[in-house]
């Protein structure tokens, strides 16, 4: 069965305390690598795509690396406006774009 | 920038009543997925189509969940009859093959 795993559920970062979250996958025919953020009373909001192990892509403090079995999205000195739940979400290649999601990442930046 | 609409944002009802969320997808797009996120389950996957074909909907329970596309425009989800157990954020997404999926603000549903 295809899995989708993030860690940590929840990371409270000081403003400007640079961290990590990971997304860990098990599925075959990884087509794409999809990672949102979605804010309270919002739906999730595109970040980044990624399609193949080593590639990576960057979007003002946040860069999304992946590899083979994971993908880790990279905060570089974290501001309060950074606050979010972050999922991650994986398209199967058998599955007609059909998204696999995580159950996210709560992160909390504080002044 | 043009967005995925969902109404109502907002419902809350009685049990046994039907239920019905709708979605305005991104002009142009041809894929319309309906999701349902709770504390315990996430983000499931309840049905998409795709240029208004149904593709999947075995994410529904299909005794009392029905998802339709009338028109390019409009894809509706119905719920008939309440439980409980439904009360979630249901959020609609839409999309081209290919493509990142672009998410509505969703309803949130309380049935009491």
């Known amino acids: 069965e295809d899995q989708v795993t993030q860690s940590p559920e929840a990371l409270r970062l000081q403003e400007g305390e640079s961290s990590s979250l990971n997304c860990s996958y098990t599925?075959?025919?990884?087509?794409?690598l999809f990672w949102y953020r979605q804010d309270p009373g919002k739906g999730p909001e595109f970040l980044f795509t990624l399609y193949s192990a080593g590639e990576e892509k960057e979007k003002e403090r946040l860069k999304a690396t992946l590899t083979k079995k994971e993908s880790f999205l990279h905060i570089t000195a974290p501001k309060p406006e950074d606050s979010a739940t972050y999922l991650c979400a994986v398209q199967v290649g058998s599955t007609l774009g059909r998204l696999y999601f995580g159950r996210g990442t709560q992160l909390t930046v504080w002044p | 920038d043009a967005r995925v609409t969902q109404t109502p944002r907002h419902k809350v009802t009685e049990m046994g009543q039907e239920v019905t969320m709708r979605c305005q997808p991104i002009?142009?797009?041809?894929?319309v997925f309906w999701y349902r996120q709770t504390m315990m389950q996430g983000l499931e996957l309840l049905a998409y189509f795709r240029n208004r074909a149904p593709l999947d909907d075995s994410g529904m329970p299909k005794d009392r969940f029905s998802a339709e596309m009338p028109d390019a425009t409009l894809a509706t989800l119905k719920i008939q009859p309440s439980e409980p157990r439904d009360s979630a954020v249901y959020f609609c997404a839409s999309g081209l093959e290919g493509k990142p999926q672009h998410f509505g603000d969703g309803t949130r549903l309380s049935i009491l």
């Open positions: 599925v075959s025919g990884l087509r794409g």
């Open positions: 002009l142009g797009h041809n894929t």
